[in-house]
């Protein structure tokens, strides 16, 4: 048998692999574990808050604030102290809102509606809101309700609401404003106010104006009684969405000092300036109804007689003056027929504190168009005078028509709103868009007449002549407060110009008050036509004026020359030379420091006394 001789051997490499493998198996172990026990001790997440909201918006109010009302639709509860409510207007967050700042008391839960009443200090452009609970830290919901993109469908909102003038007057033309906003940007297609409260109509629709601001005239002219009434306004875009706002009117009463442009009380179809006025009626109507008659300027030759009356409450008879003029508008060539001496005004009654005339213009020689001048002064010693200018148009059958000329005021630019209803201070209605329509579209001649408007005293508060260019297709210069002329192309012809009552700073003062005027183009020619045109317009005036009392250097003069004086302005509308009050004792340098105001009648018209204080303002 053979024999084996064994030997122990030695070898490392058995060994590194067996050590290998035991100590990634120990890394991956503790690793896992590391990580398991990170994980097991990490907070469950908090459970997402879920809640169907649908927003709405109102204003129902009549004051500078907007509801904000919110409906729980569905889904989870809002906890009262974990819910934070933040609204954003025009951008800005005032201050964190709870659920019980919305009217409700502990939490919010399905069917409840949220209602906050949000203050606004200026116009309204943008409104977002949103909703966090601050358990979850999550936001629950948030939307653009105003100025941004929303799926939601949200009504109109009505915000700013004013009248013109504010407030407003017994007796006068009031203006109702509505500035109407959609979250949507949806078209508002119908706005509207409902009069129910004032015993008028319920569906009085508004027209659109700039921007978003709606307007309409209220139906009749105002009444004190309105005072503190509230009526209601509608709204409603092109999805069928509305709302409702509420707005309370201020009317104040009648100024007893006159005014009244159209007229009130006996005589609500005339035109009232200051303590006169006139109408003209047509005979058989003034007969049978006298001053309840209705006011026209169109007769038909032979069948119907014109009745010009005169009511005053200052001119107590005609012996200074009395002619009536009927003139051709082409010529200003007075009918002989039909003017004075033939015609005069009579004496008709006394009434109400008027003195009334009237004459009566026979038609059966007439045709066409005629402007109509009267004039009459009483015998006082120091006499007064009533003096307007009008216009008829006497057709020569009942199918004739009365096309040319038009003088027309509109209250627009675009000359789309026929208006009568001016102001001196509403920059609103200061500006009197005026066009002329002719037969023929000749050139007008420049520097032909003068555009004025007169009292019925026949005083003057705007005479100038359109201002010259060279371009008359547009609106490019002003002659103080009347524009150029420009002509529209048409196969007839179109005129416009602008006058600017804001810069009416000559010529006579106004009536306080909303009185009557004639407006006059005096005479208006073109290359193929002259016309005297003249219109009644109503002007609206402040009832108070304030007169400037000021410290300045006398104009020229040298060194040895007063140099300074305290000056009182007297504000006529004419800023004539002021009255000098006091003047310095220093002749070298101008030191208004010793200048003083005097209390009492300053200019020694007899407004004002001693017993005011060392501070005057002139009424």
């Given at each position: 048998?053979?024999?084996?001789?064994?030997?122990?051997?030695r070898?490392?490499s058995?060994?590194?692999?067996?050590?290998?493998?035991?100590?990634?198996?120990a890394?991956?172990?503790?690793?896992?574990?590391?990580?398991?026990?990170?994980?097991?001790?990490?907070?469950?997440?908090?459970?997402?808050?879920?809640?169907?909201?649908?927003?709405?918006?109102?204003?129902?109010?009549?004051?500078?604030?907007i509801y904000?009302?919110?409906?729980h639709?569905?889904?989870?509860?809002?906890?009262?102290?974990?819910?934070?409510?933040?609204?954003f207007?025009n951008?800005?967050?005032d201050?964190?809102?709870?659920?019980?700042?919305?009217?409700?008391?502990?939490?919010?839960?399905?069917?409840?509606?949220?209602?906050?009443?949000?203050?606004?200090?200026?116009?309204?452009t943008?409104?977002?809101?949103?909703?966090?609970?601050?358990?979850t830290?999550?936001i629950?919901?948030?939307?653009?309700?105003?100025?941004?993109v929303?799926?939601?469908?949200?009504?109109?909102?009505?915000?700013?609401r004013?009248?013109?003038?504010?407030?407003?007057?017994?007796?006068?033309?009031?203006?109702?404003?509505v500035?109407?906003?959609?979250p949507?940007?949806?078209?508002?297609?119908?706005?509207?106010?409902?009069?129910?409260?004032?015993?008028?109509?319920?569906?009085?629709?508004?027209?659109?104006?700039?921007?978003?601001?709606?307007?309409?005239?209220?139906?009749?002219?105002?009444?004190?009684?309105?005072?503190?009434?509230?009526?209601?306004?509608?709204?409603?875009?092109?999805?069928?969405?509305?709302?409702?706002?509420?707005?309370?009117?201020?009317?104040?009463?009648?100024?007893?000092?006159?005014?009244?442009?159209?007229?009130?009380?006996?005589?609500?179809?005339?035109?009232l300036?200051?303590?006169?006025?006139?109408?003209?009626?047509?005979?058989?109507?003034w007969?049978?109804?006298?001053?309840?008659?209705?006011?026209?300027?169109?007769?038909?030759?032979?069948?119907?007689?014109?009745v010009?009356?005169m009511?005053?409450?200052?001119?107590?008879?005609t012996?200074?003056?009395?002619?009536?003029?009927?003139m051709?508008p082409?010529?200003?060539?007075a009918?002989?027929?039909?003017?004075?001496?033939?015609v005069?005004?009579?004496?008709?009654?006394?009434?109400?504190?008027?003195y009334?005339?009237?004459?009566?213009?026979?038609?059966s020689?007439?045709?066409?168009?005629?402007?109509?001048?009267?004039?009459i002064?009483?015998?006082?010693s120091?006499?007064?005078?009533?003096?307007?200018?009008?216009?008829?148009?006497?057709l020569?059958g009942?199918?004739s028509?009365?096309?040319?000329?038009?003088f027309?005021?509109?209250?627009?630019?675009?000359?789309?709103?026929?208006?009568?209803?001016?102001s001196?201070?509403?920059?609103?209605?200061?500006?009197?868009?005026?066009?002329?329509?002719t037969?023929?579209n000749?050139?007008?001649?420049?520097?032909s007449?003068?555009?004025?408007?007169?009292?019925?005293v026949?005083?003057?508060q705007?005479?100038?002549?359109p201002?010259?260019?060279?371009?008359?297709?547009?609106?490019?210069?002003?002659?103080?407060?009347?524009?150029?002329?420009?002509?529209?192309?048409?196969?007839?012809?179109?005129?416009?110009?602008?006058?600017?009552?804001?810069?009416?700073?000559?010529?006579?003062?106004?009536?306080?008050?909303?009185?009557?005027?004639i407006?006059?183009?005096?005479?208006?020619?073109?290359?193929?036509?002259?016309?005297?045109?003249?219109?009644?317009?109503?002007?609206?005036a402040?009832i108070?004026?304030?007169d400037?009392?000021?410290?300045?250097?006398?104009?020229?003069g040298?060194?040895?020359?007063?140099?300074?004086?305290?000056?009182?302005?007297?504000?006529d509308?004419?800023?004539?030379?002021?009255?000098?009050?006091?003047?310095?004792?220093?002749?070298?340098?101008?030191?208004?420091?010793?200048?003083?105001?005097?209390?009492?009648?300053?200019?020694?018209?007899?407004?004002?006394?001693?017993?005011?204080?060392?501070?005057?303002?002139?009424?």
């Open positions: 048998m053979r024999k084996f001789n064994k030997r122990l051997g070898s490392r058995g060994v590194s692999d067996i050590i290998g493998n035991l100590l990634i198996l890394i991956t172990v503790t690793l896992f574990s590391s990580i398991m026990f990170y994980v097991a001790n990490m907070p469950e997440p908090a459970q997402a808050t879920f809640t169907d909201l649908e927003p709405s918006l109102s204003n129902i109010l009549d004051d500078d604030s904000i009302n919110v409906t639709k569905g889904g989870q509860t809002l906890n009262n102290w974990t819910t934070g409510i933040y609204i207007v951008g800005a967050l201050h964190e809102l709870h659920v019980y700042d919305g009217g409700l008391t502990g939490n919010w839960k399905t069917g409840d509606v949220w209602s906050y009443k949000q203050q606004l200090t200026g116009d309204l943008s409104l977002y809101m949103m909703i966090i609970d601050k358990d830290n999550s629950v919901w948030q939307t653009d309700l105003l100025g941004g929303s799926g939601i469908q949200l009504p109109p909102i009505i915000g700013e004013y009248t013109d003038p504010s407030p407003g007057m017994a007796n006068r033309t009031l203006t109702v404003f500035r109407v906003l959609d949507n940007n949806d078209d508002i297609i119908d706005v509207h106010l409902d009069l129910s409260t004032l015993n008028l109509t319920s569906n009085l629709t508004m027209g659109k104006g700039s921007g978003t601001l709606w307007s309409v005239d209220m139906p009749i002219k105002a009444l004190f009684n309105w005072d503190n009434r509230k009526i209601i306004i509608n709204a409603t875009d092109d999805t069928g969405k509305s709302s409702s706002a509420l707005m309370t009117l201020d009317v104040f009463p009648e100024y007893e000092g006159g005014g009244g442009g159209g007229g009130d009380g006996e005589f609500p179809n005339f035109e300036n200051y303590l006169q006025g006139f109408a003209i009626f047509e005979r058989e109507d007969e049978a109804n006298k001053f309840d008659a209705n006011n026209t300027n169109v007769f038909v030759r032979d069948t119907e007689d014109a010009m009356v009511i005053s409450k200052i001119v107590v008879n012996v200074g003056k009395n002619q009536v003029l009927v051709n082409n010529t200003k060539q009918i002989p027929e039909v003017s004075s001496p033939a005069i005004m009579n004496y008709y009654m006394f009434t109400a504190g008027y009334v005339y009237n004459c009566t213009i026979d038609t020689t007439l045709a066409g168009n005629y402007s109509i001048f009267a004039t002064t009483d015998s006082k120091s006499p007064d005078t009533f003096t307007f200018n009008s216009w008829i148009y006497v020569s009942e199918t028509t009365s096309d040319f000329p038009t027309m005021t509109y209250k627009d630019s675009a000359f789309s709103i026929p208006w009568t209803d001016f001196v201070s509403d920059q609103l209605r200061n500006k009197i868009y005026v066009e002329v329509q037969e023929k000749g050139i007008y001649l420049t520097g007449g003068n555009v004025e408007i007169r009292d019925f026949w005083a003057t705007v005479k100038r002549s201002a010259t260019t060279s371009d008359t297709t547009t609106l490019n210069k002003w002659n103080g407060p009347v524009s150029n002329i420009w002509q529209i192309s048409s196969s007839h012809g179109i005129y416009r110009f602008v006058i600017n009552l804001a810069n009416c700073t000559t010529g006579a003062e106004w009536v306080p008050m909303d009185n009557a005027y407006l006059r183009f005096d005479v208006f020619k073109t290359s193929g036509e002259t016309f005297l045109l003249t219109k009644v317009i109503h002007i609206d402040p108070t004026k304030y400037i009392v000021a410290g300045l250097p006398n104009a020229g040298g060194t040895w020359a007063t140099q300074s004086s305290l000056f009182y302005y007297e504000n509308n004419s800023w004539l030379p002021p009255y000098i009050m006091e003047t310095t004792s220093d002749r070298k340098a101008m030191n208004p420091d010793i200048l003083v105001l005097k209390g009492g009648d300053v200019n020694g018209d007899g407004k004002g006394g001693t017993s005011l204080p060392l501070l005057v303002m002139a009424w």
